[in-house]
Structures are given as C-alpha cells and as structure tokens.
C-alpha cells in the first residue's frame, strides 16, 4: 500500500512539465501540486486537520492523470475540497464546497462568498463556525459556497472578481444570485465589497463588524448587517451609527441585533 509522501512525490513529480504562465489551467495544476504537497508533509501542515487524508489520498492521482491529459479535475466537482489559487505568483488558498445531492452540472446554482475573521482561515465557514453549519445549509438549500483566506483579499477587489469568475468557469453558477458574508475582519470586507463591486454581488451580509461608510455617493449591493446587543470588539451604537449614515447615503441597509451577544 502507497504512503502519502510516495503519492504526494509522484503527483509532484508528474506534474512538472505543467502550470507554465499563460496555461488555462494554471490554477488547477497550481491546486493540484497544493493538494500533493499536503500529501508530503500530511503532519506537518497548517491544513491537516482539516484535509481528509485517505480522501486525499485517493483524489490526487486521478487529478494528476486529468490535469495530464488536458482537462480540468475541478470542472464540475461535488463536496469539499481544499483548492489554491495563484495571486502574484503566490498561493491563496480557499475551500469549495458544491452540493453532494442531485445534478452536477445541469443546475445553475447561487454561490456564496464567504470570508472569515482575524485569526482565522479559509477552513473557518466550512469546519468551524456553527460546527459547519454553512456547509449542511448549501447541501439542504443547493448552493455553493467558496471560503478563501481573507488576507489575500483585503483591497484587492479585483482578485475576488477574478476568483468568482474562476469557480463560475467550473460550475454552473446563477450569476444572478451571487452572494458574499463575512465576519469580523470578513465581515468589514463583505461590506466593502458591497460598495467595489455591485455589479458582481446580488447582496451582502456584515457580521459582527461595522459596515463603514462611503466618503461619496456609490451605487452598492443590499447590505444586511448583524451586531451582537453585547459585542465589547464592535459596539452595537458603532453598527447602528453607520447603518443610519449609510441609509442617509441612500444605500440599501437593513440591520439585526441578536439579543443577548
């Protein structure tokens, strides 16, 4: 039986004639050599504990073997899977998560952006917070939901367009309802991204994080904001303040405080 290291080796090994600049499938090959170093180190590594390694395992050569013969392992893909992407020549890395139930490519399906906290990482939406909860909602409701490293996006909203556009290239994507949410540091993002891209976006949601407020007049995307009645890091009159800016401005806001939080 192949250890992990042997198969990450191989993947890596085979896979060094591909991913030169210009190639269409320079991010698939990029996430491929990703998922096969994982493979190489699968104990020492950030993303271990949220990697299904026999999965891994399995997955890595039949990616290889597509990326190979010219087409897309990625293309159409269902579940959870671990993916990077190349911004300057450096890894970002983000999870996609696509409905195990039903067709897989037959059905234009709403995407989810999702960004997480400070501190955090791209595992944060779909293994962390609410143990997951985000992933059970895009299985029962059909959804995908894609959750990158928020850093690599920060003031860069033009890589987010250029992420959304890569997932909608492999799955069939209603880009009419294209959604993004964040918390915290996410969630200040998710609210920016409101404002930077309101073509892209059909709506937004802020969690615990103020929304800010435009300098000038901007068209946005609806913006749903959620503050904690109790949070001592984002006050609820810091929330409340801006929201009420941000509807003097004419921007669709709408605003939730959770009792108790």
Request: charged share 25%; net charge positive.
């Given at each position: 039986?192949?250890?992990?290291?042997?198969?990450?080796?191989?993947?890596?090994?085979?896979?060094?004639?591909?991913?030169?600049?210009?190639?269409?499938?320079?991010?698939?090959?990029?996430?491929?050599?990703?998922?096969?170093?994982?493979?190489?180190?699968?104990?020492?590594?950030?993303?271990?504990?949220?990697?299904?390694?026999?999965?891994?395992?399995?997955?890595?050569?039949?990616?290889?073997?597509?990326?190979?013969?010219?087409?897309?392992?990625?293309?159409?893909?269902?579940?959870?899977?671990?993916?990077?992407?190349l911004i300057a020549g450096k890894e970002a890395p983000y999870r996609v998560y696509a409905p195990t139930d039903g067709p897989s490519g037959e059905v234009e399906r709403p995407l989810v952006l999702a960004f997480h906290g400070a501190g955090g990482d791209e595992h944060m939406f779909l293994h962390a917070y609410g143990?997951?909860?985000?992933?059970?909602?895009?299985?029962?409701?059909?959804?995908?939901?894609?959750?990158?490293?928020?850093?690599?996006?920060?003031?860069?909203?033009?890589?987010?367009?250029?992420?959304?556009?890569?997932?909608?290239?492999?799955?069939?994507?209603?880009?009419?309802?294209?959604?993004?949410?964040?918390?915290?540091?996410?969630?200040?993002?998710?609210?920016?991204?409101?404002?930077?891209?309101?073509?892209?976006?059909?709506?937004?949601?802020?969690?615990?994080?103020?929304?800010?407020?435009?300098?000038?007049?901007?068209?946005?995307?609806?913006?749903?904001?959620?503050?904690?009645?109790?949070?001592?890091?984002?006050?609820?009159?810091?929330?409340?303040?801006?929201?009420?800016?941000?509807?003097?401005?004419?921007?669709?806001?709408?605003?939730?405080?959770?009792?108790?939080?």
């Open positions: 039986v192949e250890n992990p290291i042997d198969i990450g080796r191989s993947a890596n090994d085979r896979l060094q004639a591909l991913g030169k600049p210009g190639d269409r499938l320079l991010d698939a090959v990029a996430s491929c050599r990703a998922r096969a170093k994982v493979l190489q180190s699968p104990f020492g590594t950030e993303h271990e504990l949220c990697t299904d390694l026999l999965r891994l395992m399995a997955e890595v050569p039949g990616e290889v073997a597509g990326l190979l013969a010219g087409n897309n392992p990625y293309q159409r893909k269902k579940g959870d899977t671990w993916r990077v992407r143990a997951g909860l985000l992933a059970k909602l895009a299985e029962k409701h059909g959804f995908l939901v894609v959750t990158p490293r928020t850093t690599d996006y920060i003031g860069k909203p033009e890589e987010v367009r250029k992420l959304v556009e890569l997932v909608c290239n492999e799955h069939k994507v209603d880009r009419t309802r294209v959604y993004v949410l964040g918390h915290s540091m996410g969630g200040a993002l998710a609210a920016r991204l409101s404002r930077e891209l309101p073509d892209l976006f059909s709506a937004a949601c802020c969690i615990s994080s103020a929304p800010g407020v435009p300098s000038s007049p901007v068209k946005a995307a609806p913006l749903l904001v959620v503050v904690g009645e109790n949070d001592p890091i984002v006050p609820r009159s810091t929330v409340e303040r801006q929201v009420q800016q941000s509807r003097e401005a004419k921007l669709t806001v709408d605003s939730v405080v959770v009792a108790g939080q």
